[in-house]
């Protein structure tokens, strides 16, 4: 068995880290997700849409998102490893969040069928459903072949590898895998490659279709693979229910830039374990009166989403020789980790081709967490969960 990707727990507390630690001026259905941290599945999807990681590929899926780690640790020039550094995993999401964006990627949920799937709404739209038979069918007037079926009892996980082995000599598949809950089937005909996924439930069976013309693959296969990949079914999946299908608007995200020749290259990398000993004369609280904790009531977002739509408030920071990142909490005020600013009074800060500076205002290091303060007004900034401490 692969050795799992691991990232640091203390990366779910760092308030800097608007992929798992921020929370965006947004609804509040994006909140709940700065209490995870990334997963594997995360990982994997980026690792798709940075061109990485064949979502199509044939074989066991923890060692092929091991090669496809090192692939891309190998393209910034960074030590290859299965622990990839904080600072990597910000960087790794938001490369695959800006290639993404052009798709309007999205996420349609129907919570209360019991499933998500990504979609991209620049090539889809969302037509309606119609039942079938004992199947219902969710319909897109899309650019690309893109449809959802829900199949009540037949088959579910008791039969499915019959169903897989049936489909398989019926079929001729071109490509073909089977793990865990699920199996796709890939084809070939009159110039255009299709996928079929399929999910099983002790309740029944979700299935997407989706397709390409030949001519358009080399653009359009990674949607189709990420589309593939992002399929969830939910624990109270259930085919028999009425279909309430809702869609995520997507957000357009300015690009956020890695320091000129990756961030290895400028310079000494921040790691969580570094001890920060803070410069004489501030504050020892970590605490800002900027930070408004709001309660979540609303829906878990994947990583890659929450940064989607937080991304516009985080910052590069640079302490000397050291790299890091901060998110602005208000109009003036960014949480850090100490970590970063060390000794620091004063840091530097890159959004896009915005440059400031900042002070070091405060700083708790026991929680690993630190305040600057922009005498330039800032344009957008977060609100942090009730579980980040003040």
């Not at 072949?145 to 579910?156: A, C, D, H, K, R």
Request: charged share 20%.
């Amino acid at each position: 068995m692969s050795a799992p990707i691991t990232v640091s727990r203390r990366f779910a507390a760092r308030a800097a880290l608007a992929a798992t630690a921020a929370f965006a001026s947004i609804p509040a259905s994006a909140q709940q997700a700065a209490s995870r941290l990334p997963t594997f599945d995360d990982l994997r999807q980026a690792l798709i849409w940075t061109g990485h990681y064949d979502g199509f590929a044939a074989g066991d899926r923890g060692a092929l998102t091991h090669a496809a780690l090192h692939d891309w640790q190998k393209s910034k020039n960074y030590p290859q490893s299965d622990s990839p550094a904080n600072e990597q995993v910000l960087e790794l999401i938001a490369e695959a969040a800006k290639k993404s964006a052009p798709f309007g990627w999205s996420v349609l949920r129907d919570r209360y069928i019991g499933f998500s799937i990504g979609i991209p709404t620049k090539l889809v739209k969302f037509v309606g459903t119609r039942n079938a038979g004992s199947a219902l069918w969710y319909d897109f007037d899309a650019a690309i072949g893109y449809s959802i079926g829900l199949q009540y009892n037949m088959p579910t996980c008791a039969t499915f590898d019959r169903y897989y082995a049936a489909l398989l000599q019926s079929t001729n598949a071109r490509y073909h895998v089977r793990q865990d809950n699920w199996f796709v089937l890939g084809h070939e005909k009159s110039g255009r490659i299709s996928y079929s996924k399929f999910l099983c439930s002790p309740a029944g069976a979700l299935v997407v279709d989706l397709s390409a013309e030949r001519s358009q693959y080399d653009t359009q296969g990674i949607v189709l693979a990420a589309i593939a990949d992002s399929v969830r079914l939910e624990r109270n999946f259930d085919p028999t229910s009425s279909p309430h299908p809702k869609i995520d608007t997507p957000v357009e995200v300015p690009p956020i830039e890695a320091p000129p020749g990756g961030m290895l290259d400028a310079g000494k990398v921040a790691q969580p374990h570094i001890e920060a000993r803070l410069a004489a004369g501030i504050d020892h609280s970590g605490k800002t009166d900027a930070v408004k904790r709001e309660a979540w009531n609303g829906t878990e977002l994947r990583t890659e989403e929450v940064f989607a739509k937080a991304g516009a408030a985080v910052y590069s920071v640079k302490a000397g020789k050291v790299l890091g990142s901060a998110v602005a909490v208000s109009e003036h005020e960014l949480l850090t980790n100490c970590h970063v600013v060390g000794n620091s009074t004063q840091v530097a800060l890159k959004h896009d081709k915005l440059e400031l500076k900042a002070d070091v205002v405060s700083g708790d290091v026991a929680a690993d967490r630190c305040v600057l303060r922009s005498p330039t007004a800032l344009a957008s900034f977060v609100r942090v969960s009730g579980s980040c401490r003040r």
